[in-house]
């Protein structure tokens, strides 16, 4: 790796930091480097704090090297007053005369304006270094921003032989076919993304919590489908804890911690879905089943990633996994799982 791949790597280290509580905004990281040394580090702050620019640069104790250092940041820096002021006006009010970008900022109220910015204020700015990696590393908020849609991961759990369940269920609760610690990696997911997404028939037949239990973090938001509202009062769902999205096609009113969105069943559901999401700006969402919902986002190519656990159970019959053509880029083992990880970006 060349010394600026180096430094732009550490951002990237950096940004991963702050990923879960930086939502929707993106996890940028940042680093000053003064003759070869890193005087200054940071990452975005939670939603509605500072970004990783500014959090580097008020790291760096003696201001006044500034002037010579170089400024490391995984995505151009903005130009424009949202809940804070432009990162470019305090690259240039610091007098930091040069800085190395990982790759351009797709928002409309940045795009390009911020390089700029800089440039026109006499700032060397290089672009595009590890520029894929950067682009990877802030993947939901590119998305969402130049595809008007979530990150969508679908996820499911399947049987040796195929089957996401078995064919009779003594218990309204989920089958577990994987061990605990493919579980606990789910939880994880669940804290790293902002919603988490089933159909009607997975909670008659599992009543999910879609929580992170299992893992220290945030719950998403949790949505289901429910065209007739015929899902019963007293299922997890609706028990008001986490912010929850119904969407029904007849009008209900709202609830503490639980809306209804009307769509028109008659019409493409999982477009209409994906735009009430980008309506509310939620950046990425997690399809975790049944077969049907998650068929549907296959069928229609809307999906980004995919996590296939494949448990060493045996069942049979039952119902069966979804269709799903891809080849797996990577496959990990989990103790007797296998997780196959897809891409479709």
Known sequence: MTTNEIYMQRCLDLAAKGLVDAMPNPSVGAIVVYKDTIIGEGFTSAFGGSHA????????????????C????????????????????LIVHSKIPKVVIGCIDPFSEVAGKGIAKLRANGIDVTIGVLEEACKT?????????????????????ESQDGFLSPKNKNEQKPVWLTNVYSRQLVHKMRSEEMAILVGKQTVF?????????????????????????KIPKDVHLKDKSIPTICFTSEVQ??????????LDFNQNVHKQICQVLFKRNIQSVIIEGG???????????????????????????????????????????????????????
Do not use: M
């Open 205 to 229: 037949d599992d009543n999910p919590t879609l929580n992170t239990r299992d893992w220290f973090g945030k719950n998403p938001i949790r949505l289901y489908i429910d065209k007739e509202n």
């Open 137 to 157: 590393s802030h993947k939901r908020f590119f998305t969402f921003h130049t595809k008007k849609r979530p990150f969508i991961i679908l996820k499911w759990a």
């Open 253 to 262: 009113k709202n609830q503490t911690n639980l809306d209804f969105e009307i």
């Open 291 to 345: 077969s049907f919902t998650l068929q549907q986002f296959i069928n229609a190519d809307l999906w980004d990633e995919a996590f296939v656990f494949k448990s060493s159970v045996l069942l049979n019959e039952g119902t069966k996994a979804p269709l799903f053509n891809n080849n797996p880029f990577e496959i990990k083992s989990i103790i007797n799982d296998q997780l196959f990880l897809f891409k479709n970006y």
């Open 53 to 68: 620019e500014v959090n580097a640069i008020n790291s760096v104790k003696n201001k006044d090297l500034l002037k010579e």
């Open 70 to 89: 170089t400024l490391y940041v995984s995505l151009e820096p903005c130009n424009h007053f949202g809940k804070t002021p432009p990162c470019s006006d």
